[in-house]
């Protein structure tokens, strides 16, 4: 079964740094796009960032300059760290796989991402 589970949120005071990680199995890990999401209190899902099976990243405005997303593809694990961070990135926060190959489709949707984690909170306060 292809399954990916995310670790290291938690409670960040704001300006302060977080790195999640996101183990992925059951597939070629190497040959696919993966994103970062976030889902607010709201509900409302934002694509934060992808990486193409080359190593090209791609980032929403709002945590441009401030999260990095990478991958250890021996490890078979994605990373997104997160600096300074603000209230307003409180949030769930889940790893996708896209499943479609490794090209990473932009702006990220959702509904192109068929392989998702059980999320991490992430509270800045």
């Known amino acids: 079964d292809v399954q990916l589970v995310e670790s290291g949120g938690g409670l960040v005071q704001p300006g302060g740094s977080l790195t999640l990680s996101c183990v992925a199995s059951?597939?070629?890990?190497?040959?696919?796009?993966m994103g970062w999401f976030r889902e607010n209190a709201k509900k409302e899902r934002e694509g934060l960032a992808t990486?193409?099976?080359?190593?090209?990243?791609r980032y929403a405005d709002s945590v441009k300059g401030r999260f990095a997303v990478t991958k250890d593809n021996a490890k078979n694990t994605l990373y997104l760290q997160m600096n300074s961070l603000k209230p307003e990135d409180t949030a769930m926060y889940y790893c996708?796989?896209?499943?479609?190959?490794?090209?990473?489709?932009?702006?990220?949707?959702?509904?192109?991402?068929?392989?998702w984690g059980q999320g991490t909170q992430v509270t800045v306060s």
């Open positions: 996708a796989a896209q499943g479609s190959g490794g090209y990473c489709y932009y702006p990220p949707r959702s509904a192109d991402f068929k392989t």
């Open positions: 059951g597939y070629t890990f190497s040959s696919e796009c």
């Open positions: 990486i193409d099976s080359d190593g090209i990243t």
